[in-house]
Structure formats: C-alpha cells, structure tokens
C-alpha cells in the first residue's frame, strides 16, 4: 500500500487514535504520525506503548507541517482544539474529526479553518465499549462504514480522505450532515441511551451489585452492560449536541414503547407476535444482505497488535 499522507497529525490519543495509528501502521499509509494528548499521563503511556512516531506536548507542535490533521477528542472538545491548532496549519492540509456527531462539529471547527486548509469532516461507524491509548487496535475500521460528511470541501481533498479511511479497512459513504446526525440518533445514539437506562433500572433494584442479575443474565443483558460501560465524557458530549435528532427518535421510542405497554397490559398477544415478527425480519434481512460486519467482541484492548 501506498502512502496518502506523508504526516498525519493525531490530536487526542483514544481509542479512535490509537486504532488509526496502528492501522496506519499496518497499511503503511503515512510517513510520520505525530500524536498529543491533553493529559501528560496519555502522553507519557503512548510514548511507553510507542503510540506515534513522536509524541508532543502541545496540539500546535503535532498538527505543524501535517498533511492531515485527525481531531480524536470528545465532540465538546472539538473548538478548543481547533482553536489551538489553527495558527500552525499549512496551507493545502486536511483537517477532519472523528466526531459522533457532525452539526455541531463543523459549527465548533470551521469557523477556525483557515483560508486555504480543506476542512472535511468523517465519522468512523466503529468502536467498542473501552477508552484511553492502550484500548486501540488495527483491525477496528476494517468493513466498517466511514461516513464522509464533505460539507462544501473541495472534492480532490474528499476523495483523498476516502482514500485514507478505504485504506484503514473502511468502506466509505458521503452523507449529508442533517441526514448524518438523523441516521445515527437512531442506530447509536439512542441504542446507547436504551441500554445506560436497562443498566440503570436494573442497577436501581440493587440487584447488579450483588451479582445477581449478572449471575442470571445471559446474553442480551450482558450486551447492554457491554455498551452501558462506554465512556461518560464522550456520550454526555453526543447528547448534548445532538439534541433534537435524539429527542425525535426518543419521542418516537416512547410512543412504541407505550404502545407495546398497552399491549401487555391488555393481553393484546397479536400485536406482540406480529411486532416481534417484523422486528425478527429486519435482523434475518441484515444478516442476508451480507451486512452483519459489527467487529467480533476482541474483549478487552482487541486483538493483539503488529
Ligand atoms: N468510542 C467509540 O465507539 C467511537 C466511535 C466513533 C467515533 N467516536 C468519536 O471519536 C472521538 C474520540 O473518541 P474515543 O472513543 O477515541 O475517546 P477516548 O476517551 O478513548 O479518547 C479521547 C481522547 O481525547 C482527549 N481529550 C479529551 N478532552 C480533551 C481536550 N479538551 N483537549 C485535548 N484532548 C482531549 C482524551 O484525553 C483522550 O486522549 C469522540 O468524538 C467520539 O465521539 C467514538
Ligand atoms: O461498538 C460499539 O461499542 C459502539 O458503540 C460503536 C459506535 C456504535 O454505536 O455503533 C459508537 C459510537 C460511534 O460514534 C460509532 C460507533
């Protein structure tokens, strides 16, 4: 594989990081990976791990002389970050984010982006319950979606962008930022929310902490411990910026869910049946597409890396 970006500027040392790092790695598709992290102790851990070629001490010192800069941080941290970076980007680079939500990043990043820097947002559809530099790895993009958010960027950087991600592992889509934030209110955003609250519920009886719905739990519940155990910082940020496509969906969600109510309630066994068996055919019309490309449980940190 060829290199697309001969240095790629990696600001905020997470797991989306630290997995582009080592699939960058892997695919031999950039030159210099430079990395910063806010805290001295992320930066000191990636430094041990050989996380980056070279790790600095301020975001300007990574992003300067970048061909691309990646921003990894919490969507709320996204305007601090630019702001920092901004003075140092050269003309002709790539700014883009790895952000769960898009609206709100273009709003907080581009009014930073100087003349003449391409500002092209993307959002990898790929990611596990864990955080920080150690929980990367290689394969986490590989025939996942990456969603391309162009917003106005001049096509040659876009397509060069794709590139970058298809070289990754990465299948990638152009999306629409309305359409973006829409479609992942409902295959994310309000999942996550879902399973923080039956966690929570469940936590409330008090029965979680003496094990016994753990004990008892097979696989659904667990699934939703698993997602329910994703960062906090993260997930507050995307709530707080996706407000009204999550609170659309949520709406939608709570009037299913007093419907189904009603139906228990009422002993309405017909609705159930005929509910759960259009549900059942949405997952059998995934798994014939083909589509089912949800990474396997690599347990904790992934496989291991090259
Ligand atoms: N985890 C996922 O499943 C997933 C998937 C796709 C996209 N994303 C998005 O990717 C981004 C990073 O997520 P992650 O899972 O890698 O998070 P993470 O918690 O593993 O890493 C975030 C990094 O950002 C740093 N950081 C936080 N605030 C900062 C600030 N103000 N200035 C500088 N650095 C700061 C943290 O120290 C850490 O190094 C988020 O915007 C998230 O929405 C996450
Ligand atoms: O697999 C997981 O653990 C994830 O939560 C990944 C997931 C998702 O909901 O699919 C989470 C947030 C993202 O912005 C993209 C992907």
Not at 267 to 288: H, M
């Amino acid at each position: 594989m060829s290199v697309i970006y001969n240095k790629v500027a990696l600001i905020g040392l997470g797991l989306i990081a630290s997995s582009m790092f080592w699939a960058m790695k892997r695919g031999g598709v950039a030159g210099e990976v430079t990395g910063y992290a806010r805290s001295e102790a992320t930066r000191d851990t990636a430094r041990r791990i050989g996380l980056c070629d070279r790790v600095c001490d301020s975001a300007a010192e990574a992003a300067r002389d970048a061909d691309l800069v990646v921003l990894c941080v919490p969507v709320g941290a996204m305007a601090q970050v630019a702001q920092d970076i901004a003075p140092v980007l050269k003309p002709g680079a790539t700014v883009t984010d790895v952000g769960s939500v898009k609206q709100s990043v273009i709003d907080a990043v581009a009014p930073h982006i100087p003349e003449g820097v391409h500002f092209v947002p993307a959002h990898p559809m790929a990611g596990t319950e864990h955080s920080g530099p150690e929980s990367g790895f290689a394969e986490l993009f590989d025939n996942r979606w990456c969603l391309i958010v162009p917003h106005g960027a001049e096509a040659e950087a876009t397509t060069r962008l794709e590139q970058f991600w298809q070289a990754l592992g990465a299948q990638t889509e152009q999306m629409d930022v309305g359409h973006h934030d829409q479609v992942c209110a409902v295959v994310s955003h309000i999942p996550h929310l879902i399973a923080y609250t039956m966690v929570g519920v469940a936590d409330d009886l008090n029965r979680v902490s003496d094990q016994e719905v753990i004990k008892f739990s097979a696989a659904g519940f667990r699934d939703f411990t698993r997602i329910a155990a994703s960062d906090p910082t993260m997930w507050r940020d995307v709530f707080l910026t996706n407000k009204d496509a999550t609170l659309e969906i949520l709406g939608r969600f709570t009037e299913e869910l007093f419907a189904l109510q009603r139906a228990i309630r009422t002993g309405d066994g017909d609705q159930l049946f005929d509910y759960f068996t259009r549900t059942r055919a949405v997952r059998r019309g995934i798994i014939d597409a083909g589509q089912d490309t949800a990474a396997p449980d690599f347990g904790r940190g992934g496989p291991k890396k090259a």
